[in-house]
């Protein structure tokens, strides 16, 4: 009883703080463990498609709310002409227009970092996450390498969930705006995949 108690006492303690987020929300896109289970036994029955999207990443790295931010910098990142070792985490939009009041559609989420001692190239891991239109609670992953001074740069789509399980494509780069102060990007994305549907 006594451990019900303070079980009790920690949750109502963290609601009140605002910290308890809820997970209790209704199934997007047919998710939850036996919808996936349908879907697999109904992928016989599926059909390929293929889906183009076009959107803008907005990488701020300054000002008072980056979207993306250092969380490692070795002391030989200062020496390297390529800031080899650097990796930020990112939560960037994605908009419909360059523009950053553009039309928000989804999230880049994910993990940069600079693995190139020759070249300025990026390993990019990192989830699209769609929050709006027909895609919204679908998610593409990328995984790739991304060498940023090139005017077009492929990277592999490797999976999704949502309308986008098993997918797979490439996703195209070419930045629109860099501030070489500032570090921030505007990046235009073109992006090819091929996924399932019934």
Request: hydrophobic share 40%.
């Amino acid at each position: 009883m006594e451990k019900l108690c303070t079980i009790l006492i920690l949750l109502l303690s963290f609601s009140v703080s605002g910290l308890v987020v809820t997970t209790i929300a209704k199934p997007v896109n047919g998710e939850g463990p036996e919808a996936v289970e349908q879907w697999f036994k109904d992928f016989p029955n599926a059909k390929e498609k293929t889906t183009k999207l076009h959107f803008y990443f907005h990488d701020i790295v300054a000002g008072d709310n980056p979207s993306a931010i250092t969380v490692a910098k070795p002391n030989s990142t200062v020496v390297s002409p390529t800031n080899f070792g650097l990796v930020r985490v990112m939560d960037n939009q994605l908009t419909v227009g360059p523009e950053p009041d553009s039309k928000i559609i989804g999230r880049a989420q994910g993990i940069y970092a600079s693995a190139s001692m020759e070249e300025f190239g990026l390993l990019m891991t990192l989830n699209y996450v769609f929050t709006d239109g027909k895609y919204n609670g679908s998610t593409l992953t990328i995984v790739g390498h991304n060498p940023i001074l090139n005017e077009y740069r492929e990277m592999p789509i490797v999976g999704g969930s949502g309308v986008f399980r098993l997918a797979r494509g490439v996703a195209t780069a070419q930045t629109v705006w860099f501030n070489l102060t500032s570090q921030d990007a505007i990046v235009e994305y073109d992006v090819i995949v091929l996924h399932y549907g019934f």
